[in-house]
C-alpha cells in the first residue's frame, strides 16, 4: 500500500517532469520542501522542457544484476535549461560521444523490471542532441 501512495504523490515529477521553484531561484527535482539556501517553503510548481547540459558522467563497466545486460553505459548528472539538476542514463549513443558540455534530451523510457512481478519501472533517460 505503501508504494501505491508513494506513487500517487511523486507521479507528477516523475513523468511530467515536474519541479519546484523556490522565491530565492533554486530549482529542485526532485520535490524537497525547503529551500536549502533560504530555509524557505514558498515555491511554485513549474514543468521543466527537457533539455539541459552535461555537466559530470561516469561510465558504469559493472552493474547491479537488474542492469548487468546493458553494461557499459554512462550516468550523468545533467543541469536542465531552468536550472534543476538531476541525474540520468545517458542511452542511444556510442560512450565516446558522452562529454562533459554535451547537450541532452531527457526522454521517457524503459528503467527496469522488478524482480519476479515484472512490474516495468519508467523514468528518465538522457540522449545526446
Excluded at 3 to 9: G, K, L, Q, T, V
Excluded at 17 to 36: C, T, V
Excluded at 46 to 53: A, R, V, W
Aim: with cysteine.
Amino acid at each position: 500500500m505503501a508504494d501505491s501512495a508513494r506513487y500517487h504523490r511523486e507521479r507528477f515529477h516523475r513523468y511530467a517532469l515536474e519541479a519546484q521553484k523556490f522565491d530565492s531561484g533554486f530549482i529542485s527535482l526532485p520535490n524537497r520542501y525547503i529551500d536549502p539556501h533560504s530555509g524557505s517553503r514558498t515555491y511554485e510548481k513549474i514543468n521543466l522542457k527537457g533539455t539541459g547540459t552535461i555537466l559530470s558522467y561516469t561510465i558504469i563497466y559493472i552493474a547491479s544484476d537488474q542492469f548487468a545486460h546493458t553494461t557499459p553505459y554512462p550516468v550523468a548528472i545533467i543541469e536542465t535549461d531552468e536550472g534543476a539538476r538531476i541525474t540520468a542514463m545517458v542511452t542511444d549513443c556510442d560512450i565516446n560521444d558522452v562529454k562533459i558540455g554535451a547537450r541532452v534530451e531527457l526522454v521517457f523510457r524503459k528503467i527496469l523490471e522488478e524482480g519476479e512481478s515484472g512490474i516495468i519501472n519508467y523514468g528518465y533517460k538522457a540522449v545526446l542532441i
